[in-house]
């Protein structure tokens, strides 16, 4: 890894399946992201992703990349709320090397330029 | 109203060791369209050095969303969980999770603030083998919108 290096992942449509799918696999049942009954009754117009459906795009970007194990740390802050039907697109880029390790930045985004989560990330040199 | 800051430092009991089934890695990996046969094929994954397959990044979130259950439905805490937003997560890995492990959560409150009107609150979930081996830490950071003593100026 060097520094400026920069990885990219394009995440399928998030469709209501996916969200029905992640709420399943995940025990994240919140209805926000899965019941559109129940979002208009609060005021919300539609169900959105679930961030750690995000988190883990993101992370399978990193593990396309590096071997698994060596990742350290990951850490992500949710920014803004991904609505159903949008398509993510991941980037990671290496800023600093420091000691055995490789420090990233990370960042996920919709295509009108939302970015929905910013994060970093630790790789173990191996 | 805001929450009680004596939370702080808090730690919750033990879980029930959360078998980790090479099944439900596989509905994961498929929820989260990530078709690699190290989360899937046995073989795959002991050519890449490990004992069984392993369980992507984020599935530690399936352990500690449980076990955070224990602070966020505390009755003592009174945390509105309808206003519940994820605002930050994190996880600090010593080795991935993976098919057999039998993994315990202990919950701790790490911090409780009010910003802006929302209440703030973080959990650490330390997740180890039942034999003590520490595998990874979650944190999650939550936000309950316009519950902190603050709301109303807005």
Known sequence: MIVGETHGLAAPRITRSTLALYAGASGDHNPVHIDTDACRAVGIPDVFAHGMLSMAYLGRLLTDWVPQERIRAYDVRFTAITP??????????????????AHLDLKVALPDGTVTLT??????LG | MALDPKFIGRTYPPTAPYEVGR??????ADAIGDANPVYRDPEAARELGHPDVVAPVTFPIVISLGAAEQVVFDPELGLDYSRVVHADQRFTYTRPVRAGDRLVAVVTVE?????????IITTRADIATVDGEHVVTARS????????????ES
């Open chain 1, 119 to 124: 994060g970093s990330a630790v790789i173990a």
């Open chain 1, 84 to 101: 159903v039907n949008d398509t993510p697109v991941c980037t990671g880029t290496v800023t600093r090397i420091q000691g055995d390790c």
């Open chain 2, 23 to 28: 099944e439900k890695i596989r509905e994961f």
């Open chain 2, 141 to 152: 950071t939550l936000a309950a919108r316009g519950t902190g003593d603050e709301a109303g």
């Open chain 2, 111 to 119: 911090n409780i603030k009010t910003m802006a009107g929302n209440d």
